[in-house]
């Protein structure tokens, strides 16, 4: 089970939104009525202005030259994409890698996207925005980023441990 590299708040929205942001014109929010971890999830709504609406994570430091997986559960409606973004360490963008499209229900469900970073790739952003111009509501918990080729159970950042990692630890002297 890989390490989630994203904050705590980052991956439940317990407190708040920080650490995130509002992709394109769209709003996010805090919100108590969906959840699949905790009381909460991040709100999204997107105001039908242009495509790539939704939010995204601030830049996490991450090793280059490794596979990250993006991952997150979601619910509402419309059609949406969830993206893994490899950036250099000024914050550069380098490249995106996108899911297929994902056509949300009222029911949370798990979508994820893995991408193999470069040598300059040493931050990551997670994304999900609309895949087309549309005004849409969607939640999104459980957000993951880690290191791995692909997506392992969710959990909370800081409830990770070398001891329930298990064989996925390495270990540098």
């Given at each position: 089970m890989g390490q989630n590299l994203l904050t705590d708040n980052q991956a439940?929205?317990?407190?708040?939104?920080?650490?995130?942001?509002?992709?394109?014109?769209?709003?996010i929010s805090r919100?108590?009525?969906?959840?699949?971890?905790g009381v909460a999830s991040?709100?999204?709504?997107t105001d039908n202005a242009a495509g790539g609406e939704g939010w995204g994570s601030l830049?996490?430091?991450?090793?280059?030259?490794?596979?990250?997986?993006?991952?997150?559960?979601?619910?509402?409606?419309g059609t949406v994409v969830i993206q893994i973004?490899?950036?250099?360490?000024?914050?550069?963008?380098?490249?995106?890698t996108s899911s297929a499209q994902i056509t949300l229900t009222g029911t949370l469900t798990r979508c994820s996207v893995s991408r193999t970073f470069g040598a300059t790739g040493v931050k990551a952003r997670t994304r999900i925005i609309t895949d087309?111009?549309?005004?849409?509501?969607?939640h999104s918990?459980?957000?993951q980023l880690e290191q791995s080729a692909s997506a392992t159970p969710w959990r909370l950042p800081s409830r990770w441990s070398a001891r329930n990692a298990g064989r996925d630890l390495v270990v540098h002297f």
């Amino acid at each position: 089970m890989g390490q989630n590299l994203l904050t705590d708040n980052q991956a439940s929205v317990e407190t708040d939104t920080t650490g995130l942001f509002a992709n394109g014109s769209s709003t996010i929010s805090r919100d108590a009525t969906v959840n699949k971890h905790g009381v909460a999830s991040l709100k999204t709504i997107t105001d039908n202005a242009a495509g790539g609406e939704g939010w995204g994570s601030l830049s996490r430091d991450v090793s280059a030259s490794l596979a990250y997986t993006a991952s997150a559960w979601v619910t509402g409606s419309g059609t949406v994409v969830i993206q893994i973004n490899e950036r250099n360490s000024g914050d550069g963008d380098i490249g995106s890698t996108s899911s297929a499209q994902i056509t949300l229900t009222g029911t949370l469900t798990r979508c994820s996207v893995s991408r193999t970073f470069g040598a300059t790739g040493v931050k990551a952003r997670t994304r999900i925005i609309t895949d087309s111009q549309q005004g849409i509501t969607f939640h999104s918990d459980n957000m993951q980023l880690e290191q791995s080729a692909s997506a392992t159970p969710w959990r909370l950042p800081s409830r990770w441990s070398a001891r329930n990692a298990g064989r996925d630890l390495v270990v540098h002297f």
